[in-house]
C-alpha cells in the first residue's frame, strides 16, 4: 500500500515525552483510515526521537516518518512549520491531524498557511461522509466538528477540495487505545535541509509544572460550582470526593471565586472528562460546563434550583441544598460500601 | 528610533448573549442579532502596543480591523483609547472569508501600510475560538511568530530583538526573537486602559466618509493614504492589491456543512428525594452496578 493519502497524525512531542493527545489522536486516525481504507501515518520530529518513534508504533501507526536535527529537541514555529509542511508534500495526506494544545494551535495554522488548505480549530469529533454542493458530490470528505459560538451550536466543517483536510483535536475527546506489541509499523527516516535563519526562536526559560490533579484519567468526578458558596463548603466537596474515592472537578465560577485552583475546572476552557460518575453539586450546567463533561457515563446533579439546566442532561437529580445532600451521601456511601 | 506596530482587531458578537435567531439558514452568523464587541483578547494586544509605544518613543500604532462598515465602531474604540491611525478593510468580497482568506486580506493591508516592526492580535475570538488568524498572516508574511503572550519581558530596539512570555499548559515558557514578529496576546496580561475622554469628543463623529448606499458599486479610495489622523481610512479590496480568488468565499478552502443547535439529550432523569432513605437506595444503586466503590 503507499503512504498517499494516508491519515496521517503530528505527533507532539518535547524532550523525548510525547503529548497524550497525540496518542488519542492514532486512535481516530486508525478509525478514520479504516473506513476510508488507506493507512495511518504519523510524523515526528524532534532530536533523537527513535526510542519514541519505536514506542508509538504499537499503537497501530502503519508508516512513522521522523526528522531529527538537534534544533528541534522544542518546539518553535519556524523550523517545525517547514519540517512538517515538507513531509505532508512528499507523502501526501488526505488528513492531518493535530493535537489542540499550545504547540498543535501554533503550527497546525502555519502550515494550513503555507500549504493554502483548510483547517478547523479545536474538533471534538471526526467522521467521514459525503458532502454536496451546488450538484457537486464529495465522497468520502472529513467532517470536522466542533462547538462553535461559545458552544451554543455545534458546526460540522468540511474542506472537499484541498487536501489535505485538516483539524486540531481537543485533548481528551477521542479515548486512547491500548498499544498492541505485535503490531507492525515501519519507521522512515527523513531529512529536511536546515539553515541557521530557520531557527529564529530561541527558548530562554521554561516553567511547566506537571498538573496536581488528574481530571483526565478520573474515573469518579465530584465537581463544585459556585452554588458551593465558600472555600469552608468547598470542604464538602472534598469529603465526598475521598470518601468514594473521586477526583475534585469544578465549574469556572467556583475557580474564578477562589473556591478552589484552576487546576480542577471541567468544561470548555477547562479539562474535558468522560468519567464513570460525575458528581455535579451547585453547579448549573452552562453549555461551557457541559461541553466538558456530558460524556460522563452517569451524572448525578445536586441543585437547590428545580430548573438548572444541569438536570436535562443528568440520570439522577437532587433537588436540594448541598449542604445537606452531600452528609448523606457521605454516610449512605459509608453504610452501603 | 520609533517602532512601527501594527494591531489586528475584530468586532465580535457577544457569544455570551446568544437569543435564538443567531445563525442564519445557511450556517454563517446573524451578527444583526446580537450586540457587537471589541473582541476581548484584542483589546489586550491593543493594549500590548500602547504599552511598547510608551516605551520606545516615536512608535506608531495603527489599527486595522477587516469586516462590513458597522466594524468602524472597533475603530472609533481604538482612536479613543489612543491609536494613530486606523483602517476599515472593507468589500463585499470579502464576505464569508474563513481564517485563510482572512489572513490574506490582512497580509495584503499589513503590506500596505509598509514597514512594520510588530504585528499584534488577540490570541483568539470569541465568535469562532480557532486562534489561527494570527499565525495564518505570520506565515503569510513569511515572519516568526510567539503566541499567547502576556508580557513582554525585554525588547531592544536597536538590536532588534524581543523576549515575550507565552503561556503553555501549565506554566509558561520566555521565548526570544529578532523584529519583524508577529505577536498574538492572550489575556492574562496587559490591562486595557480606558477610551480617553478627551480623545473621545475628538473622534466621536470620526467616519470613513461611507454611506451605506455607494457601499455596493463604490469603492472609496479616499481615505487610503496614510496621511489623515482624525479620519478612518477605507480599503476596499483594489486598494491593498488583494487577489479577488484568494478572499471572500472563493479564497476560504473550509465550508460550514450544517448547523446544529445544542440540544439537551435528556434520557429521562430520575428525581431522588433529598432523603437519608432515598440516597441511601440510590447509592447502592451505583455500588450495586460498580459505578461507585
Ligand atoms: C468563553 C467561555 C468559556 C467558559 N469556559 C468554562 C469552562 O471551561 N467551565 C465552566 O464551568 N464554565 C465556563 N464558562 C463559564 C460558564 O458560562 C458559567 O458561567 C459557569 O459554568 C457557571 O458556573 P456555576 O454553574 O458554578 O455557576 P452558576 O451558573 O451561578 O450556578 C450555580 C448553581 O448553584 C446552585 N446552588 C446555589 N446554592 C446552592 C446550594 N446551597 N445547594 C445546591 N445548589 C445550589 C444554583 O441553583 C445554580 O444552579 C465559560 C464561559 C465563557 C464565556
New interface residues.
Given amino acids: 500500500m503507499t503512504t498517499k493519502n494516508s491519515v496521517m497524525v503530528f505527533i507532539q512531542q518535547d524532550d523525548g515525552k510525547v503529548a497524550e493527545v497525540s496518542i488519542e489522536l492514532i486512535g481516530k486516525a486508525r478509525e478514520l483510515a479504516k473506513q476510508l481504507n488507506v493507512q495511518v501515518t504519523a510524523v515526528l520530529v524532534g532530536n533523537r526521537v527513535q526510542k519514541v518513534a519505536e514506542e508509538l508504533i504499537p499503537y497501530g501507526v502503519n508508516r512513522l516518518f521522523t526528522v531529527e536535527h538537534k534544533g528541534l529537541a522544542h518546539y518553535?514555529?519556524?523550523p517545525y512549520?517547514k519540517v512538517v509542511t515538507q513531509i505532508i508534500k512528499k507523502h501526501a495526506p488526505q488528513i492531518v491531524l493535530y493535537g489542540a494544545?499550545?504547540?498543535g494551535?501554533?503550527?497546525?495554522?502555519?502550515i494550513?498557511?503555507?500549504l493554502?488548505?483548510?483547517?478547523?480549530?479545536?474538533c471534538t469529533d471526526l467522521q467521514i461522509g459525503d458532502?454536496t454542493?451546488r450538484g457537486q458530490t464529495f465522497q468520502n470528505v472529513l467532517?470536522?466538528i466542533r462547538?462553535?459560538?461559545?458552544?451554543?451550536?455545534?458546526?460540522?466543517?468540511?474542506?472537499?477540495?484541498?487536501k489535505p483536510q485538516m483539524a486540531t483535536v481537543r485533548e481528551g475527546v477521542m479515548k486512547m487505545d491500548q498499544p498492541d506489541a505485535s503490531f507492525k509499523g515501519e519507521i522512515i527516516q527523513e531529512s529536511v535541509e536546515l539553515s541557521p535563519e530557520d531557527f529564529?526562536?530561541?527558548?530562554?526559560?521554561?516553567?511547566?509544572?506537571?498538573?496536581s490533579v488528574n481530571l483526565k484519567g478520573a474515573q469518579?468526578i465530584v465537581a463544585g460550582g459556585i452554588g458551593v458558596g465558600s472555600r469552608e463548603n468547598f470542604e464538602l466537596v472534598h469529603q465526598l470526593a475521598h470518601a468514594?474515592?473521586g477526583t475534585v472537578g469544578a465549574s469556572r465560577a467556583a475557580v474564578d471565586a477562589g473556591l478552589v485552583s484552576k487546576d480542577h475546572q471541567v468544561g470548555q476552557t477547562g479539562t474535558t472528562v468522560r468519567p464513570?460518575?460525575y458528581i455535579a453539586c451547585g453547579i448549573s450546567g452552562s453549555?461551557q460546563h457541559?461541553a466538558g463533561m456530558?460524556e460522563s457515563?452517569?451524572i448525578?446533579a445536586i441543585n437547590t434550583d428545580p430548573e438548572a439546566?444541569i438536570?436535562?442532561?443528568?440520570?439522577?437529580?437532587?433537588?436540594?441544598?448541598l449542604k445537606?445532600?452531600i452528609p448523606?451521601?457521605i454516610?449512605?456511601?459509608r453504610?452501603?460500601? | 528610533m520609533g517602532l512601527n506596530l501594527i494591531v489586528l482587531v475584530k468586532q465580535v458578537p457577544d457569544t455570551q448573549n446568544i437569543s435564538g435567531n443567531a445563525m442564519k439558514e445557511d450556517g454563517t452568523v446573524n451578527r444583526a442579532a446580537l450586540p457587537a464587541i471589541f473582541n476581548p483578547e484584542d483589546l489586550h494586544a491593543l493594549e500590548a502596543a500602547f504599552t511598547i509605544r510608551d516605551s520606545v518613543p516615536g512608535s506608531k500604532v495603527h489599527v486595522l480591523t477587516m469586516g462590513p462598515p458597522s466594524a468602524v465602531q472597533v475603530l472609533k474604540d481604538s482612536l479613543y483609547r489612543g491609536a494613530d491611525f486606523v483602517a476599515l478593510i472593507s468589500d463585499r468580497r470579502f464576505a464569508a472569508a474563513d481564517t485563510l482568506a482572512t489572513s490574506y486580506a490582512l497580509k495584503c493591508a499589513i503590506e500596505k501600510i509598509g514597514s512594520y516592526d510588530i504585528v499584534l492580535c488577540g490570541t483568539q475570538a470569541i465568535d469562532g475560538d480557532t486562534a489561527q488568524v494570527g499565525p495564518q498572516t505570520a506565515e503569510k508574511l513569511g515572519i516568526n511568530q510567539i503566541t499567547c503572550i502576556s508580557q513582554i519581558v525585554e525588547l531592544d530596539p536597536e538590536k532588534r530583538s524581543i523576549t515575550a512570555r507565552r503561556s503553555i499548559e501549565g506554566g509558561y515558557e520566555k521565548v526570544k526573537t529578532g523584529l519583524p514578529v508577529l505577536l498574538t496576546v492572550n489575556g492574562e496580561g496587559f490591562p486595557p486602559r480606558p477610551p480617553s475622554a478627551i480623545r473621545m469628543m475628538t473622534y466621536k463623529n470620526a467616519t470613513t466618509e461611507m454611506s451605506s448606499a455607494d457601499y455596493d458599486e463604490t469603492y472609496l479610495t479616499s481615505g487610503a493614504e496614510l496621511k489623515s489622523e482624525n479620519t478612518i481610512a477605507l480599503w476596499d479590496i483594489n486598494a491593498i492589491n488583494a487577489d479577488p480568488e484568494s478572499c471572500g468565499l472563493s479564497g476560504s478552502p473550509t465550508k460550514v456543512r450544517n448547523i446544529d443547535m445544542v440540544v439537551l439529550k435528556s434520557e429521562g432523569i430520575r428525581m431522588i428525594e433529598n432523603t437519608e432513605e432515598a440516597i441511601g437506595d440510590m447509592v447502592h444503586e451505583l455500588v450495586a452496578d460498580h459505578t461507585l466503590g
Fill in positions: 518553535t514555529p519556524v512549520t494544545t499550545t504547540t494551535r501554533d503550527i497546525a495554522p502555519r494550513a498557511s503555507a493554502r488548505v483548510g483547517l478547523t480549530a479545536d458532502y454542493s467532517y470536522q462547538p462553535a459560538f461559545g458552544g451554543n451550536i455545534i458546526a460540522t466543517i468540511v474542506s472537499p477540495e484541498r529564529p526562536s530561541e527558548i530562554i526559560e521554561r516553567v511547566q509544572q506537571e498538573k469518579v468514594i474515592g464513570r460518575l453549555v457541559r456530558d457515563a452517569r448525578i439546566p438536570f436535562q442532561i443528568a440520570n439522577f437529580g437532587i433537588v436540594g441544598d445537606e445532600v448523606r451521601f454516610k449512605a456511601f453504610a452501603k460500601a
